[in-house]
C-alpha cells in the first residue's frame, strides 16, 4: 500500500493523511463487529487491512516529517515506533482474546476506543512541532 500512500501524499499532508486513514480504519473495524453475513463481514475486514496499511505508510511519513532528529540519529525515532507497534502486536492479542471469549462486540469497540484515545493524544502530542 506503500505505492498508493505516496500517490496520495502528492495531494494531501502526512498528518491529514494520518488522522483520514485512522478514522476510516475505525470506521471499518466498527463495522465488522456488528455487519451481520460472512460477505459483510469480509468487506469490513479487507476495508480495515487497506485503510490500517495506508495508516501505517502515512504515519511513517509524519513521524519523518516531525521529527527531525530522525534524519541524524540513524532512526532511533523510527526504531521507538516499531519497537512498540511490535509490543502492541506481541501483548494484543492474548488480552484481546479473552476479552472476545467474554464478549465479541465489546473487543472491537475496546480496540477503537484505544485507537481513538491514542490518535489524539498523537494528534496533541505533534501539533506544535507540525511542519508548516
Known amino acids: 500500500m506503500q505505492p498508493v500512500a505516496g500517490v496520495v501524499r502528492r495531494r494531501f499532508s502526512a ?3 494520518t488522522a483520514a486513514f485512522a ?3 475505525a470506521l471499518a473495524f ?3 463487529a456488528f455487519w451481520l453475513g460472512k460477505l ?7 476495508a480495515y487491512v487497506v485503510f490500517g496499511s495506508l495508516l501505517f505508510a502515512a504515519n511513517s511519513g509524519l513521524v519523518g516529517e516531525t521529527y527531525h532528529e ?3 540519529d540513524h532512526g532511533k ?4 515506533m516499531h519497537a512498540v507497534t511490535d509490543l502492541g502486536m506481541l501483548v494484543g492479542p492474548p488480552l484481546l482474546l479473552a476479552l472476545y471469549e467474554r464478549d465479541a462486540a465489546l473487543t472491537f469497540l475496546a480496540l477503537t476506543s ?4 491514542a490518535t489524539g493524544i498523537f494528534a496533541l502530542g505533534t501539533r506544535s512541532s507540525a511542519p508548516k
Open 15 to 17: 498528518r491529514g493523511m
Open 23 to 25: 478514522a476510516l480504519a
Open 30 to 32: 466498527v463495522a465488522m
Open 40 to 46: 459483510g463481514f469480509v468487506g469490513s475486514y479487507l
Open 70 to 72: 530522525a534524519q541524524d
Open 77 to 80: 525515532v523510527f526504531g521507538a
Open 114 to 117: 484505544l485507537g481513538v484515545v
